[in-house]
């Protein structure tokens, strides 16, 4: 347990390069770093689940830190970033792990869970005509902030 709050650490402060506006390689690689955190989570929890279950019995810190992983793997393999990770093959599976994982922790049907999987699902096969050309970022829309 101690192993997932250290990755799930990681990845939150991994997760920071996001607001970063700048475009400098700096941003990419701490992006790229977040993407291994990530991954590097998903095996983790993936792992405990074969082993012990926890998947069933996740709190909902380790939830959305899982929800936050499949996020930013999604973001980079949506990016022009997705051939400075190697293998996309395994980017891919990686994410389909994600939504095993995050549907493991669902309880019934129409739950945070099961809602987060079909969301996530329906991201991952928009086919967009931007797919691939920009860098990942964050875009803040809200009826408070200018646009």
Not at 60 to 83: D, E, G, N, Q
Not at 103 to 115: L, M, P, Y
Not at 125 to 136: A, E, I, L, N, Y
Request: aromatic fraction near 10%; charge should be positive.
């Amino acid at each position: 347990m101690d192993r997932l709050y250290l990755a799930a650490a990681q990845l939150y402060l991994h997760s920071f390069y996001f607001f970063d506006a700048s475009m400098t390689e700096s941003r990419k690689q701490g992006i790229l770093k977040a993407y291994t955190s990530a991954v590097n989570l998903v095996s983790l929890f993936t792992s405990a689940d074969t082993t012990s279950g926890a998947l069933l019995y996740l709190p909902h810190y380790h939830y959305r830190m899982l929800l936050t992983a499949t996020c930013i793997v999604l973001k980079v393999l949506k990016s022009s970033y997705a051939p400075e990770i190697g293998d996309t093959a395994y980017g891919r599976k990686t994410l389909n792990e994600c939504l095993l994982a995050l549907s493991r922790c669902s309880v019934s049907n129409n739950d945070t869970c099961g809602k987060a999987v079909k969301l996530v699902s329906q991201m991952w096969h928009r086919d967009g005509c931007d797919k691939g050309q920009s860098p990942p970022e964050l875009t803040i829309r809200s009826r408070c902030v200018a646009r």
